[in-house]
């Protein structure tokens, strides 16, 4: 090759690495500003593991109407219900990490599951990104009309002179109605029946049919069935009172420590998600649980707002609540497959 050719090639390529230089910083330029612009106008799925009407599927719909002014898009909840959640959690883990699908995790599906299915198909730790809390929804200790207990001392009296004999309901082995009910049996050392149910409505129908003793149910629930004489109720299962029970004692108030059964909803994202999208919807959600009439709108749900929350915040509070739930389930031998 003469030098002419050289020369040629030489003020070509030299040609090529600018026009390379010149992209790779059009890019660089670009990548913060397409996050900037997110969402665009395009719409964001938000995936709800569970069926329509729940609380949950109510708490995120508020949550939706809301996000979709913040961030100025359509929000599309999509119900991907089955398998106490695991089916919804399953899509959303395999969704593109683009911010365009975000989730509704909840104690269920990121702080017991992973402990109670051996079979799990993703990690919900690993398989997503924190991005903000959004609703609490707590427990309360409650029992058939004519158990003879007032309060909930005398319900471990109780549990304690008869072993074996108090029976208590859930919503099926695995659920947060057990495990809050296993909460209490480990604190005081009791023996009673568990009696599993294929859903709340049947189980709460055994309740207040005195077919079983106990159960452990959402502060709402609770208030609406102990205002007819259905039931009674103890106290709450958490550590502080509910405004929905607001003469209902807290675990502080009866002195016991370690007990707080309370049911939390927050968005995360599938992993690898962006940060600066996760930033951004973030902030959204934290405007909007300190909006007073979203608060107004969660708690007339019968559920309370959550404190807002960084994302790394959230994701070490989900960390330390599955160890927290796992424990629990661990002690009381709870495991399920398929």
């Not at 599993?196 to 189980?203: D, K, N, R, S, V």
């Not at 502060?219 to 205002?227: I, V």
């Not at 039931?231 to 675990?251: A, C, Q």
Request: proline share 6%; with cysteine; hydrophobic share 45%.
């Amino acid at each position: 090759m003469g030098n002419a050719a050289l020369c040629v090639l030489s003020h070509a390529t030299r040609a090529f690495v600018r026009c390379v230089g010149m992209l790779a910083i059009g890019l660089g330029m670009t990548a913060p500003s397409l996050a900037q612009d997110y969402p665009a106008g395009r719409p964001i799925k938000l995936v709800v593991p569970w069926p329509v009407g729940g609380v949950t599927d109510a708490a995120s719909r508020i949550l939706a109407t809301r996000l979709s002014k913040q961030l100025d898009t359509t929000i599309i909840v999509e119900n991907r219900s089955g398998a106490n959640g695991r089916i919804g959690t399953d899509y959303a883990a395999s969704a593109t990490a683009d911010g365009y699908t975000l989730f509704v995790a909840s104690a269920e599906t990121h702080a017991i599951n992973p402990h109670v299915y051996s079979d799990l198909s993703y990690d919900p730790i690993k398989a997503f990104t924190a991005v903000a809390p959004f609703a609490v929804n707590p427990f309360a200790l409650v029992s058939r009309a004519d158990l003879r207990a007032g309060t909930l001392q005398d319900v471990i009296a109780l549990a304690k002179a008869r072993p074996g004999e108090l029976t208590f309901a859930s919503w099926g082995v695995g659920s947060t109605s057990q495990i809050g009910m296993e909460m209490l049996k480990g604190q005081y050392q009791l023996q009673m029946l568990h009696v599993p149910f294929q859903g709340e409505a049947p189980a709460v129908n055994a309740l207040m049919a005195g077919q079983v003793d106990l159960m452990v149910l959402p502060a709402a629930r609770a208030k609406a069935l102990s205002a007819d004489g259905k039931i009674k109720v103890y106290s709450m299962m958490t550590r502080d009172r509910f405004f929905v029970l607001p003469d209902t004692p807290g675990m502080n108030d009866l002195g016991i420590q370690g007990i707080n059964v309370v049911n939390w909803f927050a968005v995360v994202a599938p992993a690898k998600t962006p940060q600066s999208v996760v930033q951004r919807v973030a902030a959204a959600i934290n405007a909007i649980t300190q909006s007073p009439d979203a608060v107004a709108n969660f708690r007339a749900l019968g559920v309370d707002v959550h404190p807002p929350m960084s994302p790394g915040e959230l994701q070490q509070f989900i960390e330390s609540d599955t160890v927290r739930w796992g424990d629990v389930i661990s002690n009381a031998n709870i495991k399920l497959d398929g």
